[in-house]
Structures are given as structure tokens and as C-alpha cells.
């Protein structure tokens, strides 16, 4: 017997659900993204299988969608409750199974922790109960870590189960580049690039001084762990407190002048304070993201001076943030993040609602 963390992700989440909904569309490629409409600035939420196979994928205009997309290819409109159904099912389903203990960590994944001596039956266990209760398929990694289950899904995708380890990790990823690891996004990579790490083997066999004069003492430490498949192991079922929510949009045509951007950020604003106060919390730190036209995106904050329970405290650290912007560019999109005081004063990481109007 042995202690043993499996990570869940749902497959296709969102265009799976989609596909339940209108079986008629099984097979086509799905795309969801905005209000389902490609001539419209949005971008895709997820992409079915069958749509990715034409490039397409999260985080893509769906104008630059529509192009590659196929003529059968379907849009479809965003819906938020719909989402959070199916994972309600979902996650329900796991957290009944015996023995296990469930970290939700978003809609379409989380970890599983159990302690056993067949942690691939306890996988196929988790997906029959997930297939049974909701009809959606996932895939499951199986690991002596969170980092190496995480890693360990994508090799599981789609259906399947895959198991890395201590053992297999440097047989199955030490050729992978740097931005196969959970964690490393393409900035992080280009600057690792810089010092020539390129390879998942390089960063666990790099200087360690070396990547903490890079990126500090403590993230350093911990892109070099990463390396070696390094992280936590306990799952931890303490449901979770969001620390921060926030609210943005994507205009259809572009904000022009200073006017138009402070009374966008007063509404967005306005809306992000009361998601906060519906949770009794007070706002201790103001966000900014802006997407400069056409598509350069920057973010950045002001802690307030003290919390604060008052709209119009939140409203006036957003408008003095817009006041920072290059008054000169055109604002393609807009959002700002509430970020709350945690309930016991600790600190949690990052899961933030965003709710788009696009």
C-alpha cells in the first residue's frame, strides 16, 4: 500500500457538454467561445477534438477560428451554467468513491488522493463513476506528486490512464522541452531558453544560483524542481475561498478616448466590488488588465491603503489605474480584479472567477 495522488481532467470539457446537449453533433468540430458568433471579438473557450485537428485551440480569436474551421464546423455561445452543472455531477461523482479525498482545483479537473496498491483500478474506478453519472469521458495521471499526475494526464488523453513517477520521470520527459512542465508557460520558457535550458533533463541539471538570480529565491528553487518533477504531495480537501473576482470584456469596437475607458472600468469595477461584498469580504489590492488594439495585452495593481468595504473605494483605485494608460492606443478589452482579505489571514493559491461579457 502507498499513498498516491491522481489527477482528473475532464476530456473537452466544455464541447463535451455541448455535444450531450445536441447529439447531433457528435463528430463535427465544436468550438465555443463569446456569444458563439466567429464576426464578433471573442475568443475560444475550447475546441472539440475534431475542430483542434485544424488548429484551433483556447485562447484563439475566433475570427482567426473561423478561418481555419472547417464548412461543417459548429459556434456556439459560452454558457457558464451549464459548465458548472456538469461539474457539480462530476466532481460529486468522485468525491463518493471509497477511500479517496477530492481537491477541486476548476470546472474540469482535480486531484484525487488515495492511499492503495493498485492506483490504476482506483483510475478506472473514478472514470466509470464520472462516464455513469454525467456521460462525459477523462482521462487520469497517476503520480507520487501533484506535478508528476498533472504532467502524467496528458499522456493519459483522451480516455485513457497514465502512471509517472520518481521512477519513469526522466525517461518520459527528460526530452520534452521546458514548456511540456505544468507551470511553465511560453514567457518562462524563452527566458530559461535564454540561459540554454531547453530540455526538462536541462533544468533539473541546471545551477540552481542560476535560475534564483533569474527569477528569486523562491521561484527559482522551484522551476528547478520542476526539472526533476519536484513538488507537493498532499491533496488537501478544504473546500476552497476565492481570493479575488474579477470582471472584463472585450469591446466590439474599440474604446477611443479617455471618457469611454473610465466609464468602462466604473462599471467593471462597480460589478467586481459586488461580487466581493456578496461574500462579506473586504478588497485590499485593485487590478488592471488592458488589450491595447490590436492585441497586446499588460496588467498590473495598486494595494489600497487600507481594506475597504466601499464601491466607490474600489471604483475611484480602477479609474486612477485607467488614468495610467497610454491615452494614445485604442482598448481592445478591459477587466479588473477585486482581490479580498482571505477569511484567517493566510494564503491561498490563486483560483479567480472571471465572468467575460463578450
Not at 78 to 85: F, G, R, S, T
Not at 243 to 252: G, I, L
Request: charged share 25%.
Amino acid at each position: 500500500m502507498a499513498d498516491w495522488v491522481l489527477h482528473v481532467d475532464m476530456d473537452q470539457f466544455i464541447a463535451a457538454v455541448e455535444v450531450l446537449r445536441r447529439p447531433e453533433l457528435a463528430g463535427r468540430p465544436v468550438i465555443v467561445g463569446g456569444r458563439g458568433d466567429p464576426t464578433e471579438r471573442a475568443v475560444v473557450s475550447t475546441a472539440s477534438y475534431e475542430a483542434r485537428e485544424f488548429g484551433i485551440g483556447s485562447g484563439m480569436p475566433l475570427k482567426i477560428a473561423a478561418r481555419k474551421a472547417p464548412a461543417d464546423a459548429v459556434f456556439l455561445p459560452v454558457d457558464h451554467d451549464a459548465y458548472e452543472a456538469a461539474s457539480a455531477e462530476v466532481m460529486s461523482a468522485l468525491r463518493a468513491l471509497p477511500g479517496i479525498v477530492l481537491e477541486v482545483v476548476g470546472w474540469d479537473e482535480c486531484f484525487l488522493g488515495v492511499t492503495t496498491d493498485d492506483p490504476e483500478a482506483v483510475a478506472r474506478a473514478a472514470q466509470a463513476a464520472v462516464l455513469e453519472a454525467t456521460a462525459l469521458h477523462c482521462s487520469v495521471g497517476i503520480g507520487d506528486n501533484k506535478v508528476r499526475a498533472k504532467n502524467a494526464t496528458e499522456f493519459g488523453k483522451p480516455r485513457g490512464v497514465f502512471r509517472l513517477t520518481e521512477e519513469n520521470w526522466f525517461e518520459v520527459m527528460g526530452d520534452k522541452t521546458t514548456r511540456d512542465l505544468w507551470g511553465v508557460g511560453p514567457k518562462v520558457q524563452k527566458r530559461l531558453a535564454a540561459h540554454g535550458i531547453v530540455s526538462v533533463r536541462q533544468l533539473a541539471d541546471a545551477d540552481e544560483d542560476l535560475l534564483v538570480a533569474e527569477f528569486g529565491p523562491r521561484m527559482g528553487v522551484w522551476y528547478h524542481g520542476l526539472g526533476s518533477g519536484l513538488g507537493p504531495a498532499v491533496v488537501d480537501s478544504t473546500p476552497w475561498v476565492a481570493r479575488s473576482h474579477s470582471r472584463e470584456t472585450t469591446y466590439q469596437q474599440n474604446l477611443t478616448t479617455p471618457a469611454e475607458v473610465q466609464d468602462a472600468l466604473t462599471d467593471l469595477a462597480g460589478h467586481a466590488f459586488d461580487d466581493c461584498a456578496a461574500e462579506g469580504r473586504p478588497v485590499v489590492r485593485v487590478h488592471l488588465k488592458v488589450r491595447y488594439a490590436p492585441f497586446e495585452t499588460k496588467t498590473f495593481g495598486r494595494k489600497l491603503s487600507a481594506p475597504t468595504t466601499v464601491r466607490e473605494d474600489v471604483i475611484a483605485a480602477a479609474r486612477a489605474l485607467g488614468a495610467t494608460l497610454d491615452q494614445q492606443r485604442e482598448v481592445r478589452l478591459l477587466g479588473v480584479r477585486a482581490e479580498m482579505a482571505m477569511p484567517d489571514g493566510g494564503d491561498q493559491a490563486e483560483r479567480t472567477p472571471v465572468r467575460g461579457r463578450i
